[in-house]
């Protein structure tokens, strides 16, 4: 969910409190693999949680069981709070990296056990984390909110060393920086402030370009044939009185198609309607399809096709009252995961969905406003 960050969360120093965490990808130092109560078959889930309240939670769905355990890393961690808006979750090797928007930093717990092990501090409003190797990484922070003018200064990218869970250097991009993706040495982030894609060489921590797409880019995913696609919401138009969207006065979203080799834009698909805006792209796990969410339903793009899909993969209706505020694919099975947010002051649902016929397998409730996935 797009919320003006430092309004979303303010990081109550603390809480951790729950079991342990283990991704596919964890070790540890036992011989027969990682160990924990969470270095089993399984998918970890983020929640926001309510904003300002500061209780942000991480649920974990295991498959042998068929159950669902909520408030995780509270259970491991109490009576530490893990703090307002968890806006983020990405894993490198054994480490958990949870990305506190509005608490103003990065919380990094074991990834087997949940167990809280440190933070990366002094960010402002982070957003999105990737990393690069084991000693290097880089997140997305907002700066500068004006709430006489509802408008944001430029943004940066931190980049942070892994060894000592240090800030190193801060780049200043466009306005609002969103996701960042690595590929062929660079870093690409999204501007969804304005209509440009930064992009880093990971090697300098240098800008090289400037990319410039539609108004709005917000979410960004590599095909299989290392082609970048954008997602652009377009330039929306609030009613002053009831900020409502605007149809007849935006302008519509699109999905920008980016060669790595050039930097260059080899394609935009631009949407007929204008309010509904694209976004959540994600690669299915050959790297031929993507899914991505418009107007309050999944649709399936095919990656060599030009022109977009014409009717979408999932659509539930009225169900999805509030959209769908998270989308993951299991790398294994192909399932998909969307997490639905009741509303963002109750627990949501996460919804797994048959990648074929968009069919929903199940359902089970977790914390509030669920919105991404770490699968192991």
Not at 1 to 16: D, G, H, Q
Not at 87 to 93: V, Y
Not at 245 to 259: F, Q, Y
Request: hydrophobic share 35%; net charge neutral; with cysteine.
């Amino acid at each position: 969910m797009k919320k003006i960050t430092r309004f979303r969360s303010y990081f109550l120093s603390a809480v951790f409190v729950f079991g342990a965490v283990a991704l596919n990808s964890c070790s540890d130092d036992n011989n027969n693999g990682p160990t924990g109560e969470y270095a089993r078959n399984g998918v970890l889930i983020s929640n926001e949680g309510a904003f300002t309240k500061s209780n942000a939670s991480v649920s974990f769905y295991s498959h042998d069981s068929k159950t669902v355990e909520n408030e995780s890393f509270k259970k491991v961690n109490a009576p530490l709070v893990l703090g307002d808006v968890l806006q983020h979750m990405a894993q490198q090797g054994e480490r958990l990296y949870l990305v506190m928007n509005n608490s103003g930093k990065v919380v990094v717990t074991n990834a087997n056990t949940l167990k809280a092990e440190g933070e990366i501090a002094g960010l402002e409003a982070p957003r999105y984390f990737t990393v690069l190797n084991d000693d290097k990484a880089y997140v997305t922070e907002w700066l500068g909110y004006d709430p006489a003018t509802y408008a944001y200064s430029n943004g940066r990218v931190a980049v942070v060393d892994l060894k000592t869970n240090t800030v190193t250097k801060t780049i200043t991009v466009g306005v609002q920086p969103e996701q960042l993706v690595i590929a062929g040495g660079k870093l690409y982030v999204a501007n969804s402030g304005g209509k440009t894609v930064t992009v880093i060489n990971t090697a300098t921590d240098a800008i090289e370009t400037s990319i410039t797409v539609n108004d709005g880019p917000n979410s960004l995913a590599l095909d299989r044939n290392n082609v970048l696609w954008v997602s652009s919401q377009g330039v929306k138009a609030y009613d002053p009185v009831d900020w409502s969207v605007s149809e007849e006065n935006s302008t519509p979203g699109s999905l920008a198609k980016i060669n790595t080799g050039s930097n260059t834009v080899a394609s935009t698909l631009t949407f007929s309607q204008n309010a509904p805006a694209p976004g959540k792209l994600t690669p299915n796990p050959n790297g031929d399809k993507l899914y991505y969410v418009f107007n309050n339903k999944v649709w399936m793009q095919d990656v060599n096709a030009s022109t977009l899909a014409t009717k979408p993969l999932i659509d539930r209706g009225t169900y999805v009252a509030y959209g769908f505020n998270g989308l993951g694919v299991e790398p294994a099975s192909g399932t998909i995961y969307a997490g639905k947010a009741t509303d963002y002051a109750s627990n949501g649902w996460v919804v797994r969905y048959n990648p074929q016929s968009g069919a929903a397998v199940d359902s089970f409730r977790v914390g509030i406003a669920p919105n991404g996935f770490v699968f192991r």
